[in-house]
């Protein structure tokens, strides 16, 4: 079994900054892409930024500029550098990581709790 844990978010005023973390722990043999994304409310979910295996980064417009992915493989954990933050960020964040368990061949998809973002202006 496989568990993802999110921590980082909170409240920020406007223009500061928040990292994001998503740690996947149990039976993790390796993680293909990692993903951030987010749902406002009353809004539908939107992929914010995206990670390969290798480094390769992926971006939404509306972030590009302010926020960065990153990962760390040794932990199985990725990040969400969110800087020069704007109330338009406010949301739930969830990361989502495609996981191969250890012993088996193919991977899974698997979803963090969510971390509520907000940004007071």
């Known amino acids: 079994q496989v568990q993802l844990v999110e921590s980082g978010g909170g409240l920020v005023q406007a223009g500061g900054s928040l990292r994001l973390s998503c740690a996947a722990s149990?039976?993790?043999?390796?993680?293909?892409?990692m993903v951030w994304y987010r749902q406002a409310q009353g809004k539908q979910r939107e992929l914010v930024a995206t990670?390969?295996?290798?480094?390769?980064?992926n971006y939404a417009d509306s972030v590009k500029g302010r926020f960065t992915i990153s990962r760390d493989n040794a932990k199985n954990t990725v990040y969400l550098q969110m800087n020069s933050l704007i109330p338009e960020d406010t949301a739930v964040y969830y990361c989502e990581q495609d996981v191969v368990p250890k012993g088996g061949r193919y991977s899974k998809d698997y979803w963090g709790q969510g971390t509520q973002v907000t940004v007071s202006s």
């Open positions: 149990g039976s993790v043999s390796s993680i293909n892409n």
């Open positions: 990670i390969t295996r290798v480094g390769s980064t």
